[in-house]
Every structure is written in C-alpha cells, then in structure tokens.
C-alpha cells in the first residue's frame, strides 16, 4: 500500500481555480463583454480603449491580489495551526494584523493628533503600506524575540496574543482622540481592499510571497512530524527550535506583507485550512500546503467576486463578505463533520 | 570482556538527571551505571515519581543530563547531531498525540523521517521497513484506519511500530502498558519479546508490571531513592533487592512466587 495522490482533487481545484479567475475579471461596475475580455487577455485589443485599461490595470493586478492573498493566508494558517497544533490558530495570533493596524493608525490618526509632519498631504500609494508593514515588523520582531527566550510553543500563542491586544488597545486610544475624517479612512482601511494594488506594488507583494513560500521546502518534513507533538519531532532528528523560528519567520513574512498592501482580511486563514482538510481528509503538510494555497485562492476569488456585487455600483468590504459568507459554510462543515483536527 | 565491552549499545557513565533552571537544580537521580547489552530486553522498575520517565528522557536526548556521560555504540552522544541519533534511538512516549488524520500507515511512516529526502518520499525500500514493522507488531490490516478510531491497545501497537520502522537498534518505551488491561498488556510484552528474539534489537521499557517483567525481560533495572541496580531476575530475587522497591510493610515480595504479594 501506498500514500494517494489526490491528483484528481487537484486537477479539480485548479480548472475551478481557473473559472474563477475568469469569472472575477469579467465582472465589476463597468460591464465588458465577454469576447472582448478574452481578447485582452491572449493580447489583443479590445472594442474600446477604455475596457482594454479596465482589464489590464485594475481587474488582472486584482484578481491576482485576491489569488496571492488568499492562498498566503490560508498557508500561515494552516502552519499556525501545526505550530501550535491548535485548530483555532490563524494567521493572526502573532498580533501582526494588530502591528499593521497600529501602524496604519499612527500614520492616519496619530500625525494628525501629535501635529507632526502633514503626512496627509504628501500620501502617495507606498505611505500606507510601509506604515502598516513597520507596524508588523515591530511587532513580529517582538514576538521573534520572546520566543527565543521561551521553551514553550504554547507560550508564544499566548505572547502573541498579548502583544495583539496591546497594539488594538493602543488603536483604540488614537481612535477615541481622533477627528471623525481620519477615523473614517482608518476605518475605510481596516475593511481591507485587494483593488489598490498597482502592478509595481503587485511585483513587491509577489517577490516577497515567492520568498517565503520557498522556506516552507526545508520545513515540509517537520512540519509532519509535528503532528506527533514536538518530543516525537525531536526524536525523529528535528531541530525544534529551528523549525519554530523558520516558520515564525515565513507566516510573520506572509501575513505582514499581505496586511501592508490588503488590510486585515479576517477568516481565510483560520478555515480554509480546514476546508483542505476536510476535502482532502489528510493531515500530511506534503498535500495540505498546495491545496490550502489553491483552496485559499478560489475561496478569496469567490469573496471578491461577490463584494463587487455584479450590476451595481457598489463594492462591499472584502473582510466582511469573507466572514458573512465563510462562517456559516465552515460551521456547516463541521457541524456534517463533528471532528476538528489540525 | 573486551567483547563484551564492544556489544553495549548505550552506556552511562555517572549520570545525574534532573531539571535546571537559572535558580535551582532538582536532582532526580545521580551516580546512575547502566548498560545495555545488544539485544536485550531490559525493564526498568520503579514507584512513581521516582525518576524513571526523567531517566528515559535523558537517555534519548529529550532532556539533557544534569552531569555525567551516555554513550551510544561507544560514541558520546554529544557527538552526535539530532539525525544521526535519530537512526540510533526510538521512543514510544505516554503523551497523547495531538489531534490529526493520520492513517495508520502514515503514522508509522513518520519512523522513517530520519532517511527520507527533504520531500519526505518513500522509496521502496523505506515501504518495505513500514510494511515489516506492521508486521511485527500486527497491525497491517489497520493500515488505512485513521489512528484516533484505534483502541489504545491497538495505538499502542501503532507506535511501537512506527519506533520499529525508525530501524534503531535501541528502542525506548515509556510504559506502554499503562492504560491497557491484562490481555492487551500481555499482548505488548509478547510483541517487545518478539522483537528482541526476531530482530535482535534492545528494548528498555519503564514499567509497573513487575510481575511480567520479571517474566519476559533478561535484565531489569531498579530505581529506588539512593540506588540503581540492574541485573537479571534471578540475581535480583536471590539478594531480595525486590523489597527495596515498596518501602511499605503491607507489600512484600514472595521469592517462591517469584511476585509480590500483599499481606
């Protein structure tokens, strides 16, 4: 006997991937035939000049967002949920969407509270997301730093949560001081957005995803082993406190990068996890890691695709429609289920 | 004796085991001499608490020792780094898993991490190990099963094979009979004794089952406060080193029974 492949599962997973991918580029405010999207796509021109720069500058960078976001998070998740073999985990519990948001609210709210330099005024599309990625970094790199000085994982759960609330409890004081206009774009950014990205801050966003999904290669192997808990892993030739800090690093590198350019985007990480798992009923790293990234794309495609609401001139907030949507289809999952597992 | 000498797979040399901290140090137990020979299945008896999960940790690195040297084949295992003693010592610990869906199979095919690629593929051969070491301890036709539908006899079963495919020559057990009842813990003695006359491996197990180790083990180790014997049954029952196990005046051990019995 032998380990399954699952190939059909992923060919299955990668031809919806696809669909989806289509389908989020041909929906939006303005309607574009259908005909004309595929010419643009395979390079060609289209009717009008205006649907060509639609679709080349803002609904492909989009969907490519929405694809390399929600395939990010759900791998910081599922490796937060191995860490710390707690189904609850995500990739949040480090704090580090609190680390953007206090960065992102020192920037709006704070410059304009301390009376410092009129940040407001000299705003250009990089202010937000390096106020929001020095944000997790500060917080990440303490995080990193403390766990280096506890033996414990499950400590650093609950140091990352402590250094979470700090940083939310921090917001909530610049937020009660604050002018209504700037709490609002505070606000506004914490909905999280995938559309603001341009294809030069696309390029950033995507070398740093390719840089931190090659390190999960050289952790593949323990990430297995620590599904028998660390003393197992240990005696298998593991290096836990290697291990630990590779994969701190990769989620810290992830879930920052992608908070500095898209907002917090809540629930991804925490269930598509597993809704892999659950799909593929497996809990070897060597399957869940592509199928929580495929699984974790189609699923932001999905959310993106809604929050445009397709006919209207509206778009809902990214992070509400994840969870409205996701919460009640995980809860149904498992409530078929009955069995969490890491 | 220099033969002899070359046939021990572990030694101690002075060994204390205990935890440190930046303020104190709790010693456990010091002056510990003990060696195992080469296919050899040893117990190691003790009360509760007196130290002998401390002391199978430390001997497979899970914890390091407070003092004192192992050897491992005659080579510290300070020399060692973490792979190479990993083809060198298994563990069957009494720490439950963390939830998961692994198969049995793959539960057992996690023994073979230490040879795999850094993909963790199975060649044919590490297919070979895993289907053997379910074999021995009777489990094949569990393969598919996920590991939280087993029994714990069963489990139990699962993770001394997958300690066997990790193809060690020692294997350390802390009580693996623990939650069993008797029919299952017989079952588990009988497949260590197994393995030991079949493979030719050592196998150190800490235990409460005296009555079974004396049995099946060739050696067995006592822990007591202040001291630390090992030798066979016999030689242990003729010098009465038994009663010092239970300070209690109620239990006794019976020479002719060969177990203890309660007055």
């Known amino acids: ?342 | 004796m220099q033969q002899q000498e070359s046939q021990h797979i572990l030694a101690t040399e002075d060994l204390s085991i205990g935890y440190s901290s930046k303020k104190t140090i709790k010693i456990v137990a010091e002056k510990i001499q003990l060696q195992l020979k080469k296919g050899t299945f040893v117990s190691l008896l003790g009360k509760n608490g007196i130290g002998k999960s401390t002391l199978l940790r430390t001997l497979s690195n899970v914890q390091k020792p407070l003092q004192g040297n192992i050897y491992i084949n005659q080579k510290n295992v300070k020399q060692f780094n973490s792979n190479q003693l990993a083809t060198c010592i298994s563990l069957v610990l009494t720490e439950r898993l963390p939830e998961s869906q692994l198969s049995v199979f793959e539960l057992v095919a996690l023994g073979r991490q230490p040879y795999t690629n850094w993909v963790d593929h199975l060649t044919t051969f590490d297919i070979e190990k895993i289907n053997t070491a379910m074999k021995l301890t009777e489990i094949t036709h569990l393969a598919s099963q996920r590991y939280y539908e087993l029994s714990d006899g069963q489990f139990q079963r699962v993770l001394i094979a997958r300690a066997l495919a990790q193809d060690t020559s020692l294997i350390i057990l802390d009580e693996p009979t623990a939650h069993l009842d008797l029919h299952h813990t017989l079952q588990i003695f009988r497949v260590l004794k197994k393995l030991v006359t079949e493979t030719s491996k050592t196998i150190l197990i800490s235990t409460h089952e005296v009555n079974l180790a004396i049995k099946f083990s060739d050696e067995i180790a006592l822990m007591n406060e202040n001291s630390f014997y090992k030798d066979t049954s016999d030689k242990l029952i003729e010098n009465n080193l038994f009663d010092s196990l239970f300070l209690d005046e109620m239990i006794h051990f019976d020479k002719n029974l060969r177990q203890f019995i309660i007055k």
């Open chain 1, 1 to 342: 006997m032998n380990l399954p492949i699952y190939k059909k599962h992923f060919l299955l997973l990668s031809v919806l991937l696809i669909m989806l991918f289509f389908v989020n580029i041909s929906l939006g405010s303005v309607a574009i035939p259908f005909q004309d999207i595929f010419s643009v796509l395979v390079g060609g021109n289209s009717s009008k000049e205006s649907w060509e720069i639609i679709i080349l500058n803002f609904r492909i960078p989009k969907a490519i967002t929405a694809i390399l976001v929600g395939s990010g998070l759900s791998v910081s998740g599922l490796l937060m949920q191995t860490l710390f073999r707690n189904p609850l985990a995500g990739p949040f519990v480090l704090g580090i969407s609190s680390g953007a948001s206090l960065g992102v609210a020192l920037l709006l709210i704070g410059s304009s509270l301390f009376g410092g330099v009129l940040l407001s005024e000299t705003f250009t599309h990089w202010t937000l997301p390096i106020a929001a990625s020095l944000g997790a970094f500060l917080v990440l790199s303490a995080v990193i730093i403390t766990a280096n000085s506890v033996r414990n994982t499950m400590s650093i759960l609950i140091i990352g949560l402590m250094f979470g609330s700090f940083a939310s409890a921090i917001i909530s004081v610049l937020s009660y001081f604050s002018e209504a206009t700037k709490l609002q774009q505070f606000l506004f950014w914490s909905f999280g957005s995938l559309g603001n990205l341009s294809w030069n801050e696309l390029l950033v966003l995507g070398v740093f995803y390719v840089i931190a999904m090659c390190g999960i290669f050289p952790i593949l192997k323990s990430l297995n082993s620590l599904l028998l808990g660390e003393n197992y892993a240990k005696s298998l030739g593991i290096s836990i406190q290697k291990s630990r800090n590779i994969i701190l690093v990769i989620t810290s590198l992830l879930t920052g990068i992608i908070t500095a350019f898209s907002g917090p985007i809540a629930f991804v990480g925490l269930a598509v996890p597993h809704l892999a798992r659950m799909f593929f009923t497996t809990s070897n790293h060597k399957i869940l890691v592509p199928a929580s990234a495929i699984i974790g794309a189609i699923v932001l495609l999905i959310c993106d695709s809604i929050a445009q609401l397709p006919t209207s001139d509206y778009t809902l907030p990214i992070n509400a429609i994840t969870s409205i949507f996701g919460a009640p289809v995980v809860i149904w999952l498992l409530i078929r289920k009955k069995k969490l597992f890491v």
